[in-house]
């Protein structure tokens, strides 16, 4: 139970410390990412959805050579699509040769399709979507697989979202990467080379928006939801991703709120996955977008044409994203919650029934925004605005019995995700590290 009192106290000690900061507080929408989110063009979305169906199939082993079919087709039509957008935009493919193995039945040069948008800081902030496609029979790479919503509806948005970025003259700390993956089919394969990649080069990954098949809202089973988009993240609840998740909602329901967040507290969908399954798997926080109902019939099908998207409903989810992206690339980095031996700057101090948070300092931040909830829940439930301060302390209220989290805060008001005060496993210690004496 948190006493009004203290928090009021909090407050207090807030505003004396952090005066300038209030002085120059930002309203909570940045009219800069209110015009983003309104350049999201629903007409720009449909007409890259019809120029992918033109491919005919994108699977990960066809044509390389036609001018028109296939994935080599598709990706230079990509490649060239980015780089009309805005000589800002570095526009690349980043290449791997794919040894014969599991669903690639011959060697094959696999090309994910990027475009980097430089920020002052080099971590970066990714939206992405796959654009190969398969049918129903995984190794046919000749048969029909338009593949317009899976991920045909990835790729657009993303596509979109790389044009209104690079175009909007707004000069971003974090650097966006706009990423089209291939191989999603044959095992995420694109995604986790890059992934390796990264992680092997040492580049700081804030975040991975990976959307597939987030075009329709039409259920197989007749149910219509067009205003609401499912993410999915993986645990345990404090996870680097699942804060990314609550991020997400929070930041895309203030600048769309006609379109929900539906939080997913599991990986991606029964005993499926996505492409931010391959980053989490290198330790990068990733979600997965994915529309609220599904028509199965039309996705790894022929079917999966045009015809069964609605292009106001994607917009709507790139929107959501839009504004997910450009508040994290505007704000300062996280704050670091733990010491140099990685534990947890919290404590109980001074009485021992106090909640005493510390963090250190983020570039850039003027304010720090403190979360709390109840143990049990996943959402937080409270939040304090507090000055240019690194420590906080909140009398009678027990560490034990509420998670904790900080946010940093810039003058214009951009919140970075939340970095939660989470204990280490208790895994390292079991039975076996207890000396015993032998029996008599
Ligand atoms: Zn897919």
């Not at 596509?159 to 999603?184: K, N, P």
């Not at 704000?331 to 947890?344: F, I, K, L, M, S």
């Not at 101090?349 to 109840?374: I, M, N």
Request: charged content about 20%; glycine content about 8%.
């Amino acid at each position: 139970m948190i006493r009004a009192a203290r928090v009021v106290l909090a407050f207090a000690v807030a505003a004396s410390a952090g005066r300038a900061a209030y002085a120059q507080a930002a309203p909570d929408l940045d009219p800069k990412i209110v015009q983003l989110v309104a350049q999201v063009s629903q007409e720009r979305l449909t007409a890259t959805l019809k120029q992918l169906e033109t491919f005919g199939t994108r699977h990960t082993m066809s044509s390389t050579d036609s001018a028109t079919r296939g994935i080599g087709a598709a990706r230079r039509w990509i490649f060239d699509e980015f780089r009309s957008f805005s000589p800002r935009l570095q526009v690349g493919f980043d290449t791997y040769v794919i040894a014969k193995q599991g669903r690639i039945t011959r060697d094959t040069e696999a090309r994910n399709v990027m475009a980097v948008l430089p920020g002052r800081s080099p971590r970066r902030v990714y939206i992405s979507g796959h654009y190969d496609s398969r049918s129903a029979d995984v190794l046919d790479a000749g048969a029909a697989a338009p593949g317009v919503n899976d991920d045909g509806s990835g790729v657009a948005l993303t596509l979109e979202l790389a044009r209104v970025f690079s175009q909007s003259g707004v000069e971003f700390d974090a650097t966006l990467v706009f990423m089209c993956h291939v191989a999603e089919e044959q095992g995420l394969m694109g995604a986790k080379l890059h992934a390796q990649r990264a992680k092997e080069q040492h580049v700081v990954i804030d975040a991975v928006l990976n959307n597939d098949i987030v075009g329709n809202d039409r259920g197989g089973n007749g149910i219509v939801d067009g205003e609401s988009i499912r993410v999915y993240s993986e645990g345990p609840e404090d996870s680097p991703s699942r804060e990314l998740a609550r991020y997400v909602q929070r930041w895309g329901m203030r600048y769309v709120p006609s379109h929900r967040v539906r939080l997913m507290a599991r990986p991606d969908r029964f005993s499926r996955a996505g492409d931010h399954t391959g980053y989490n798997q290198y330790g990068f926080p990733a979600v997965g977008f994915r529309e609220s109902r599904e028509n199965f019939t039309r996705q790894h099908d022929a079917r999966d044409t045009f015809e069964g998207l609605s292009p106001a409903y994607l917009a709507q989810n790139a929107r959501v994203n839009a504004a997910a992206a450009a508040t994290l690339a505007l704000a300062p980095e996280r704050p670091v919650v733990t010491n140099d031996r990685g534990q947890a700057t919290i404590d109980g101090q001074p009485s021992g029934y106090d909640a005493h948070l510390r963090w250190k300092a983020s570039p850039g931040a003027t304010a720090y925004r403190v979360f709390w909830r109840e143990a049990w829940g996943p959402d937080w439930q409270h939040d304090v605005l507090v000055g240019n301060v690194t420590e906080l302390t909140l009398q009678n209220t027990l560490i034990d019995d509420l998670v904790f989290g900080v946010a940093a805060v810039d003058a214009l008001g951009h919140e970075s995700i939340v970095s939660p005060y989470i204990a280490p496993p208790s895994t390292a210690v079991d039975a076996g590290d207890i000396k015993t004496v032998p029996a008599r």
